[in-house]
């Protein structure tokens, strides 16, 4: 009898030293909960640049697309200098979604098509070396 008694004393002492894992607030301590903040919002800001640069980059190469498809699509009718299939095209390219005005220009910088009710003074300025390196990037 002494043998299971003694059995038993040994199991609930071992129970009592071996305590379960519990994740409450009053067994953290403050350090660790600032460690896990700070670690969050570090985590947080790694995401969100990485998810900034990965739509802007999505964001590019649609651009890069749409303008590709519209320099092949006005490219016979500037070459025919047929003016109002010309403006059609540049309508339809502008009410796609995500694109807020088409303009076409040739290569002496002058707007030959656009979209705008009005054409802003800015669009005819000519770029800088610099703004272009800009725009290319």
């Not at 890069?64 to 519209?70: D, E, F, G, H, K």
């Not at 807020?100 to 040739?106: L, S």
Request: no cysteine; glycine share 4%.
């Amino acid at each position: 009898m002494s043998n299971v008694y003694d059995a038993l004393i040994k199991t609930q002492r071992r129970n009592e030293t071996i305590r379960p894992l519990r994740l409450s607030g009053e067994d953290i301590s403050f350090e660790w909960k600032v460690i896990t903040l700070l670690f969050g919002l570090l985590l947080l800001a790694i995401v969100n640049q990485l998810m900034g640069r990965a739509l802007r980059s999505q964001i590019d190469e649609r651009a890069s697309i749409i303008a590709t498809n519209l320099s092949d699509a006005a490219a016979g009718y500037l070459a025919s200098k047929d003016v109002l299939p010309l403006k059609t095209t540049v309508t339809k390219y502008a009410r796609l979604n995500s694109v807020a005005y088409v303009f076409i220009k040739d290569r002496e910088g002058q707007v030959i098509a656009h979209s705008l009710t009005t054409l802003y003074p800015e669009l005819h300025e000519e770029l800088t070396s610099d703004q272009r390196r800009q725009l290319g990037q």
